[in-house]
């Protein structure tokens, strides 16, 4: 999810889960081809499984960044044929190519040609007026033949006319029925449901019906939902660490990425929803909010939040009031050069 699942926050996802198949943000072939690709692309070992997704509609560009992204090490390449931004529509990528399954099929196959791990594509069930029975059929069936074996499907339309892309996320009914319908169609495909999906019951429930599903925001909101995961749905008899020791845990790699340089807050910006739901959540949601963003935030500032969270509150209160000051005297300092 751009600007969601950066590198940190893969890193941060995979110490609840080791099993869920994590996702990069849709970067686009252009970007792989002429950016900076140790930035777009770098990522830390730990993180796998994890799936590189590239925008585009270039069969030629895709297959070669899809080449360089395999180089990198990533273990998937998923085609983004679901994004409904403007901006990308007029690049002719993301959910407008649901129009146009030939051409996704000759990049499916371009890139297939390029790399030896897994195509794989994510759509939606349909656009604007398209009929989401045959055109999903069609659309599947086209680029099944170009050897795409895994379709994750966002199991509403996007209305590319009308709708903004924060609103093509909500307002375009959930048709889950649809996905299903699909998976009964083509068995011997890999079928994988996307949206809306809000706990482990709900992804549970779906399972009887398709191979996978894929949880986007409420994952995002409420990280520890993965921390089930390997138990419930994959079956590991290892213990699900604690929200304390996911943070302890995680506190090395802040440390080790604060030394390269980067800032707390990148890190800890995916890491707010932790503690979702339990008890001084808020505090230590808030504690970070005001604190990991400010010029020279270290790594105090994230003991201080895991104080908060284990409710060793006396010490976490004092360390606030010394951090907040030393911060003002810093930017006073700052004001008077
Ligand atoms: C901030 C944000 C960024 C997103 N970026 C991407 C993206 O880069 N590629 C993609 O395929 N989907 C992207 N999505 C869509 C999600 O992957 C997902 O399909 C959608 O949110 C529905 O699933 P959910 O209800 O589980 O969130 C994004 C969603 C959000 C909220």
Same mark, same amino acid.
């Given at each position: 999810?751009?600007?969601?699942?950066?590198?940190?926050?893969?890193?941060?996802?995979?110490?609840?889960?080791?099993?869920?198949?994590?996702?990069?943000?849709?970067?686009?072939?252009?970007?792989?081809?002429?950016?900076?690709?140790?930035?777009?692309?770098?990522?830390?070992?730990?993180?796998?499984?994890?799936?590189?997704?590239?925008?585009?509609?270039?069969?030629?560009?895709?297959?070669?960044?899809?080449?360089?992204?395999?180089?990198?090490?990533?273990?998937?390449?998923?085609?983004?044929?679901?994004?409904?931004?403007?901006?990308?529509?007029?690049?002719?990528?993301?959910?407008?190519?649901?129009?146009?399954?030939?051409?996704?099929?000759?990049?499916?196959?371009?890139?297939?040609?390029?790399?030896?791990?897994?195509?794989?594509?994510?759509?939606?069930?349909?656009?604007?007026?398209?009929?989401?029975?045959?055109?999903?059929?069609?659309?599947?069936?086209?680029?099944?033949?170009?050897?795409?074996?895994?379709?994750?499907?966002?199991?509403?339309?996007?209305?590319?006319?009308?709708?903004?892309?924060?609103?093509?996320?909500?307002?375009?009914?959930?048709?889950?029925?649809?996905?299903?319908?699909?998976?009964?169609?083509?068995? @011997?495909?890999?079928?994988?449901?996307?949206? +809306? %999906? /809000?706990? *482990?019951? &709900? !992804?549970?429930?779906?399972?009887?019906?398709?191979?996978?599903?894929?949880?986007?925001?409420?994952?995002?909101?409420?990280?520890?939902?993965?921390?089930?995961?390997?138990?419930?749905?994959?079956?590991?008899?290892?213990?699900?660490?604690?929200?304390?020791?996911?943070?302890?845990?995680?506190?090395?790699?802040?440390?080790?990425?604060?030394?390269?340089?980067?800032?707390?807050?990148?890190?800890?910006?995916?890491?707010?929803?932790?503690?979702?739901?339990?008890?001084?959540?808020?505090?230590?949601?808030?504690?970070?909010? @005001?604190?990991?963003?400010?010029?020279?935030? +270290? %790594? /105090?500032? *994230?003991? &201080? !939040?895991?104080?908060?969270?284990?409710?060793?509150?006396?010490?976490?209160?004092?360390?606030?009031?010394?951090?907040?000051?030393?911060?003002?005297?810093?930017?006073?300092?700052?004001?008077?050069?």
């Amino acid at each position: 999810m751009m600007e969601w699942t950066d590198r940190h926050c893969r890193y941060f996802l995979r110490l609840l889960s080791r099993r869920t198949f994590l996702y990069t943000e849709m970067v686009t072939a252009d970007a792989v081809l002429y950016g900076d690709r140790d930035r777009l692309l770098g990522f830390h070992p730990a993180e796998h499984p994890v799936g590189l997704q590239l925008g585009g509609s270039d069969p030629s560009k895709l297959a070669e960044a899809a080449r360089i992204g395999v180089d990198f090490g990533y273990d998937e390449i998923n085609l983004n044929v679901g994004c409904p931004s403007d901006r990308v529509q007029s690049g002719r990528f993301g959910a407008c190519l649901m129009a146009e399954p030939e051409l996704v099929a000759e990049c499916v196959a371009a890139m297939r040609a390029s790399v030896p791990v897994p195509v794989t594509v994510k759509c939606r069930v349909g656009i604007d007026d398209q009929d989401a029975e045959a055109s999903l059929d069609r659309f599947v069936a086209t680029v099944a033949q170009a050897g795409c074996r895994t379709f994750i499907v966002h199991a509403r339309k996007a209305w590319l006319r009308g709708l903004s892309p924060r609103e093509n996320r909500d307002v375009p009914p959930l048709d889950y029925e649809r996905v299903h319908r699909l998976k009964e169609r083509r068995p @011997e495909l890999e079928i994988v449901l996307n949206g +809306g %999906i /809000e706990s *482990l019951a &709900a !992804a549970e429930a779906h399972l009887p019906h398709v191979d996978g599903v894929m949880l986007g925001r409420a994952a995002y909101a409420d990280p520890y939902l993965l921390a089930e995961i390997d138990h419930t749905l994959f079956g590991s008899d290892e213990t699900p660490p604690s929200r304390l020791k996911v943070l302890e845990v995680f506190m090395p790699y802040v440390e080790a990425e604060l030394g390269k340089g980067t800032r707390l807050n990148q890190m800890t910006r995916h890491i707010l929803g932790l503690f979702h739901g339990q008890p001084r959540a808020r505090a230590f949601r808030r504690h970070l909010a @005001e604190h990991a963003h400010l010029d020279g935030a +270290g %790594i /105090e500032v *994230l003991e &201080a !939040a895991r104080r908060i969270a284990a409710g060793e509150e006396r010490r976490a209160i004092a360390e606030i009031r010394e951090l907040s000051s030393s911060a003002a005297m810093a930017s006073c300092a700052r004001s008077e050069r």
